[in-house]
Every structure is written in structure tokens, then in C-alpha cells.
């Protein structure tokens, strides 16, 4: 049933495409608006995880497409009334809007770069250790040992990370503006593809000549599934032309002499044009992490809150959560952290301790403990509310949020991975 209302999006999204180019934009507005509403209805339906995230990418740009030709068409209607007669005002307008439009686009890219180091060292992502090598490899090397690399040894121009959601990929994205001396570009593809036609080319264009100009210089590209999907009867012209745009930019930096590294990442791998796929040297599957690679995440989550767990407890929990993401290990934490709060807020006794610092304190424990004083949460509200301490953290916390977690990513979705690494990439 859902199929059916696929396919009526897609036909109002072909004709809305049409009247745009043709400057039909009220037309144009309306044939957006329809396909959205089609969207809409079949993605409550759409049961397949890759269809929805793709559907949602095109819903994104049709979207901001049409609010865009909205806000356009108010500001013309706006203009005339304060605006003399006679199309002299009309042509000084047409170039200050282009001089606008440019600064913008600048201003854009400007933003993308990351300026402050993120202060994510290599020792902070655990495991992942031939993506780091890979990286190393594109990256410190050549800025520290130039001379490693003349004749016909170059450093690699091009990697593409790729895995379940929550493995780290970013996170080692982080890693490398940390660590690399280069000018470190962020974006994600609705910085690009979230712009009115014509707009998107232009900054990708804008994007690969600020890395040329701040070489050596790396552009890391989240989501590249979204800007460089494989090519199907439902892509419109605008994300063919951005598509083609990012592929010209990519080729020219790999043919030049110029030292920027492309950097993309994707949860969806089979989703990627197979021309742009081609472009990166080196496809690196980011998998989920192992036992001792969790039991390092377990503690960074941690930090510095006060625990008891001993490493024994640490490892055993690491055991526990086989199947978990980084990002689902940090949820775990989260919710454990948690926990110390919940004792408080439900204790009615409360002892005299001494924090860090030395300084002296309450915290919750048993009505038959010593020195145990019967008081609660209000009570401290009202009289001494820095006085109260919550807990350390300990094993049992962690065990009582576990029996709820659940991994997010499933056997099938491995499987994809698995597949693709076998065609295309490497393990990491």
C-alpha cells in the first residue's frame, strides 16, 4: 500500500523540479509541498531502515527547497511597495544579492572549520587500531616527515570510514584535528545539499578551494551517503548536480600536488554512488568494538565521577555487553551516572563523610549504620544543600542498568557490513 504513496512523492517531486527550473516557483511551491505530504504518509510505513534515511535526506532538501522559493516570493512582494518604480532600482539589487550570496557561501565554509582542537587524542578512541594507522599514515606522517613521501610514494588522498552507527567514526574524525597540524574542515551533507538550487554546487566549489588555499588541510564529510547516493529514477536534478560537482572536486584534489586529505564517513556504504566510492583510496570498516576496547570505554565515560570498580569489574562488564556500540556503552554510563541520584533522592538517612577535598559531608546510607541521622532531599533543600554527596558508583549500578540496555545494532545489519568490507574494504 505504502508503495503507492512512494511513488505519487516522486511524480509531484519530478513536475516541482520542472516548474522550479522553469521559474514557475508559486507552482513550483506547491508541487513541493504535495511531494512532502506523500513523504510523509509512506515514511510511517517504510519498515527498511536505509529507504528511511534515504527518503528523509530527499524530504530534508525538497523541504528546505520550498521554504526557501517562500521566503523568496514574500521578500519580492515585500520590495515593490517601498521600492521607486522602473527596473533601475531592479539592476544594482541583482548584484548586491550575488555579492550576498558569495559572502555567505564564505561565511559557510569559514564555519566548517574547526578551529579549536577538540582535544581527542589518539590514546581516547579505543581499539580502531589499523583505522589510526591508516590515518596516521594520510595524515601526521606527511606533515612531519615530508620527505617520506616524493617520487611516486604520495600519502593517501582519500579515506572513507564506514560501519554502524555509534562505532566511533566521528570520534576518530576528532582524533585527527587533534593530532594532525592541518587546517581541519567539519560538515556534514545538509550543510551542502540544504541550500536553493544552483546554491549547493557553488559550495562545494567554495569548500575544495578554501582547503587547497589552508593546505595541508583536511575535509572530513559526515553522512556522505546523503550527498552521494547511488544514482536511481527518484534522485532529482539538484542532487545529480552536486553529486557530479563533489566527484570533479574530489578527482582535482587527487591529481594535484595539493596536500588535502578527503575524510568520509557513512553508516550506509551500499548507498554510495560507486563513482565516489571509487575516489577514496582506502575504505576502512569501523566495527563494533571489542571486550578490551569496551572496558576502556566504560572508564573514559566514567571520568573522573567517584567509583569503586576494580578492573576485574571493569572487564566483567565489558563481557556483559558484547554486540554494544560505543555510543550504546555511553548510554549505559549515562544512565548509571544516574543512579547515585536516584539513592539520594530516595534515602531518609544520611552519615557524616569526607569528600575529596576533604571537606565534610552527607551521604545516604542504612538506618542502623553509624552515626546514621535521620534526614532527606527537602531537608537539605532547605537548610545545607551544599552538604550532600551523592555515592560512588559501583557494580551493582551498573548491573541494574544493564538489565534494561539492549544493543542497537542487529545481527543483519553486521551482516551488510561484513558483506561489503568483503567487496570493497578492509577491517580495521
Not at 222 to 251: F, M, V, Y
Not at 277 to 299: G, N, S, T, V, W
Not at 387 to 412: G, H, N, Q, W
Request: some cysteine; charged content about 30%.
Amino acid at each position: 500500500m505504502y508503495a503507492d504513496f512512494k511513488g505519487k512523492a516522486i511524480e509531484f517531486a519530478k513536475v516541482a523540479v520542472q516548474e522550479d527550473e522553469a521559474g514557475n516557483f508559486e507552482k513550483a511551491i506547491n508541487h513541493y509541498l504535495n511531494a512532502l505530504d506523500y513523504f510523509k504518509t509512506h515514511l510511517k510505513y517504510e519498515k527498511n531502515e536505509s529507504s528511511r534515511q534515504a527518503i528523509t535526506a530527499k524530504f530534508k532538501e525538497y523541504l528546505a527547497r520550498a521554504e526557501y522559493l517562500k521566503a523568496q516570493l514574500a521578500r519580492q512582494v515585500a520590495e515593490p511597495a517601498s521600492a521607486p518604480p522602473g527596473d533601475a532600482v531592479q539592476k544594482p539589487k541583482a548584484k548586491n544579492d550575488k555579492e550576498d550570496e558569495k559572502k555567505s557561501r564564505e561565511e559557510n565554509i569559514d564555519g566548517a572549520i574547526v578551529a579549536d582542537k577538540p582535544d581527542v587524542k589518539w590514546g581516547d578512541v579505543a581499539g580502531l587500531e589499523g583505522a589510526k594507522e591508516a590515518l596516521k599514515e594520510a595524515v601526521i606522517l606527511p606533515v612531519k616527515f615530508p620527505q617520506f613521501f616524493t617520487g611516486k610514494r604520495k600519502p593517501w588522498s582519500g579515506l572513507l570510514l564506514y560501519g554502524p552507527p555509534g562505532t566511533g567514526k566521528s570520534h576518530l574524525a576528532k582524533a585527527v584535528a587533534t593530532e594532525a597540524d592541518s587546517t581541519f574542515f567539519s560538515v556534514s551533507s545538509a550543510d551542502l545539499v540544504s541550500k536553493w538550487m544552483g546554491e549547493s554546487e557553488k559550495l562545494v566549489v567554495q569548500l575544495f578551494k578554501a582547503a587547497k588555499e589552508k593546505a595541508p588541510s583536511i575535509v572530513f564529510i559526515d553522512e556522505i551517503d546523503s550527498l552521494g547516493a547511488a544514482r536511481g529514477d527518484s534522485e532529482s536534478e539538484a542532487a545529480r548536480r552536486i553529486k557530479t560537482q563533489l566527484l570533479i572536486e574530489i578527482t582535482a584534489v587527487k591529481e594535484s600536488s595539493e596536500r588535502v586529505l578527503i575524510l568520509g564517513a557513512t553508516n550506509l556504504p551500499y548507498m554510495l554512488d560507486n563513482a565516489l566510492r571509487r575516489r577514496f583510496d582506502k575504505r576502512i570498516y569501523i566495527a563494533l568494538p571489542e571486550q578490551h576496547a569496551r572496558a576502556h570505554m566504560f572508564k573514559v565515560h566514567l571520568g573522573d565521577t567517584p567509583h569503586n570498580l576494580t578492573e576485574k569489574e571493569f572487564q566483567a562488564l565489558a563481557a556483559k555487553t558484547e554486540g554494544f556500540s560505543g555510543s550504546d556503552i555511553a548510554v549505559v554510563v549515562k544512565g548509571v551516572l544516574m543512579e547515585p541520584i536516584k539513592v539520594v533522592q530516595g534515602s531518609q538517612h544520611f552519615k557524616r563523610t569526607r569528600d575529596a577535598d576533604g571537606q565534610m559531608k552527607y551521604t545516604p546510607c542504612a538506618p542502623d549504620d553509624t552515626g546514621a541521622e535521620e534526614k532527606n532531599l527537602q531537608w537539605f533543600m532547605e537548610n545545607d544543600p551544599d552538604s550532600v554527596l551523592p555515592p560512588p558508583i559501583t557494580y551493582r549500578d551498573f548491573e541494574k542498568v544493564l538489565l534494561k540496555a539492549r544493543p542497537t545494532v542487529s545481527p543483519k545489519d553486521l551482516g551488510i557490513f561484513q558483506q561489503f568490507t568483503e567487496e570493497f574494504g578492509e577491517e580495521s
